[in-house]
């Protein structure tokens, strides 16, 4: 059975960086389509990113584009996404998800347990 673990969140200023991991154990992250989500107190959950195990294609919430950055590390089989400009607005739970398809999907069947970003002075 994959897991899948989140690790990287933490505090930091507004215009900071941060870089998330998602650790894949049990089977290889490239089988997988693999997904960053978000949630905030009181909002929906939103896509951030995501990276597809056919050809590594990477797709973008239009929130996040051109300051987020989704990445296979394939040496450690974790999937990073690195954060730079970070608002206010970034603050959230992120989730990495991941589904054995070859393409960025709408559902998927593995979640980790999140890590808590927080942006603020």
């Known amino acids: 059975q994959a897991q899948f673990e989140e690790s990287g969140g933490g505090s930091v200023q507004p215009g900071g960086s941060l870089t998330l991991s998602c650790q894949v154990s049990?089977?290889?992250?490239?089988?997988?389509?693999i997904g960053w989500f978000r949630q905030a107190p009181g909002k929906e959950r939103e896509g951030v990113a995501c990276?597809?195990?056919?050809?590594?294609?990477?797709f973008y919430g239009d929130s996040v584009k051109g300051r987020f950055t989704i990445s296979r590390d394939n040496a450690k089989n974790t999937v990073h996404l690195q954060m730079n400009s970070l608002t206010f607005e970034d603050t959230a739970v992120y989730h990495c998800?991941?589904?054995?398809?070859?393409?960025?999907?709408?559902?998927?069947?593995?979640w980790g347990q999140g890590t808590q970003v927080t942006v603020s002075s």
């Open positions: 998800a991941a589904d054995r398809s070859p393409w960025c999907a709408d559902a998927y069947d593995y």
């Open positions: 049990g089977d290889s992250a490239n089988d997988y389509a």
């Open positions: 990276v597809s195990s056919f050809d590594g294609s990477t």
